[in-house]
């Protein structure tokens, strides 16, 4: 392991987040979750454009450390184009392998995993376009 704080994939994922922020407007059905940790007031909000049952377009919003941040923005670039039901399936042991993330982080990575099936239950109830706020104690 290195002796900087972050390997080269945080760096580059949080260095230039091309997931990060709302979603565009083009698509009519856009859905988000939101998780956050009590806490310590970390958050995760994942938001999808849907053309059917592929997810054409996901973004996120973090307020988190570098480590989460980078985690939503691999995230997000693998589970665009991909089918809704894939979203069930989030590698947050691989995601924390690649990115390097330190064991007592676990409870960050999980966010994005609740937000992930969230927002995958939200679409798949059809519900309308909104934010489910779930709270981790």
């Not at 995601?95 to 969230?118: F, I, N, Q, Y």
């Amino acid at each position: 392991m290195s002796m900087q704080p972050y390997n080269d994939a945080v760096r580059r994922l949080f260095e230039n987040p091309r997931h990060a922020g709302d979603p565009d407007a083009r698509y009519p059905a856009v859905v988000t979750a939101e998780v956050a940790e009590s806490d310590a007031g970390f958050r995760v909000q994942l938001a999808a454009e849907m053309d059917g049952n592929e997810i054409r377009r996901l973004r996120f919003r973090v307020f988190g450390c570098p480590h989460l941040i980078a985690a939503a923005e691999e995230l997000c670039g693998r589970f665009e184009g991909k089918a809704l039901r894939s979203l069930q399936d989030v590698p947050v042991a691989q995601l924390m392998e690649l990115l390097e993330v330190p064991v007592e982080k676990t409870g960050r990575m999980l966010l994005l995993e609740d937000a992930a099936h969230s927002l995958a239950r939200r679409i798949l109830a059809g519900e309308p376009s909104g934010a489910l706020r779930n709270r981790r104690n």
